[in-house]
Structures are given as structure tokens and as C-alpha cells.
């Protein structure tokens, strides 16, 4: 069993920051990919920022600048920590994990359950 616990988020004004954060725990073995996505309402799910193990980052081009995603590889934490916020960065935000369990030849995703970020102007 693997578990994904996100906190952070909340209510902000425009221009302000926010820090996210998301603990995988559980029967892991190795994990790969890290990200954020996030949901507007009524819109798909989009990526916001992806870590890999190695440390490669990529950011959605409406993010670059603002966001910074890192990761601590011994606790399973990534982090995102977002800057000049936006009315558009109003979402719910997920994050992503790939996890290898134990005994297992390859990693699965898992989704965290989502926290709110709503921007106040």
C-alpha cells in the first residue's frame, strides 16, 4: 500500500506565494517521476511541473518564472512552490508519483487527493 498526503494549499491574494507539498508513504521501493498537475473547474487536468529522480525539471510555460518544483529523494516529498500567483492559478493541484513497491518489477502512478488553491484579488 502507498499513500499520498498533500498539504499547502489555501486562499491567497494575487501577486502572493504559496508553497505545496505532497509525502508518499507506504511499501515503496524506488521513486521516479515527481509532479504537480492541476484542475481548473471545468477544464481537463494539465501539468504543471515534473522532477524526475535525476533531478530534470520541466515547467508548463505558464508557470516558468513563478514556480519551483523540488524533491527530497529520502522522504519522498516534492515540493512545489509557486510565486506571483494569478487569479488563472486558481485550481485544485495534484500531485504525482511514480512508485516502485517491493517485489515489483516496474512503477505505477499514484495521485494524491488534491488541495485547493484559490487566489483572492
Known amino acids: 500500500q502507498v499513500q499520498l498526503v498533500e498539504s499547502g494549499g489555501g486562499l491567497v491574494q494575487t501577486g502572493g506565494s504559496l508553497g505545496l507539498s505532497c509525502t508518499a508513504s507506504?511499501?515503496?521501493?524506488?521513486?521516479?517521476?515527481m509532479a504537480w498537475y492541476r484542475q481548473r473547474p471545468g477544464k481537463q487536468r494539465d501539468s504543471v511541473a515534473l522532477?524526475?529522480?535525476?533531478?530534470?525539471?520541466k515547467y508548463a510555460d505558464s508557470v516558468k518564472g513563478r514556480f519551483a518544483i523540488s524533491r527530497d529523494n529520502a522522504k519522498h516529498i516534492v515540493f512545489l512552490q509557486m510565486n506571483s500567483l494569478k487569479p488563472e492559478d486558481t485550481a485544485t493541484y495534484f500531485c504525482?508519483?511514480?512508485?516502485?513497491?517491493?517485489?515489483?518489477?516496474?512503477?505505477?502512478?499514484?495521485w494524491g487527493q488534491g488541495t485547493q488553491v484559490t487566489l483572492s484579488s
Open positions: 522532477i524526475s529522480r535525476d533531478g530534470d525539471i
Open positions: 504525482y508519483v511514480q512508485i516502485r513497491m517491493p517485489y515489483s518489477p516496474r512503477s505505477l502512478a499514484h
Open positions: 507506504g511499501d515503496i521501493a524506488n521513486v521516479d517521476d
